[in-house]
């Protein structure tokens, strides 16, 4: 999920899908990817327990499976 999205923020997206389906993140594993460098964006990805972690644009393959190979524990 993005932070910066048009119409609805990331912030407001989660919030939505947390009130909507508050056990969405038993079934869905969500990772904040942004080109933000605010470290405000980077606690406040932490202060949802339904957010798995926070990753930095621009991507790189090795971290992408980084994140798959946490997930497959």
Do not use: C
């Amino acid at each position: 999920m993005d932070i910066n999205m048009p119409q609805m923020d990331g912030w407001q997206f989660l919030d939505s899908l947390i009130f909507h389906r508050p056990n969405f993140h038993l079934e869905t594993i969500i990772y904040i990817v942004t080109s933000s460098i605010a470290h405000s964006d980077r606690d406040k990805a932490k202060s949802y327990k339904e957010v798995s972690g926070f990753l930095s644009k621009p991507l790189s393959v090795e971290k992408l499976k980084q994140v798959a190979v946490r997930h497959q524990e």
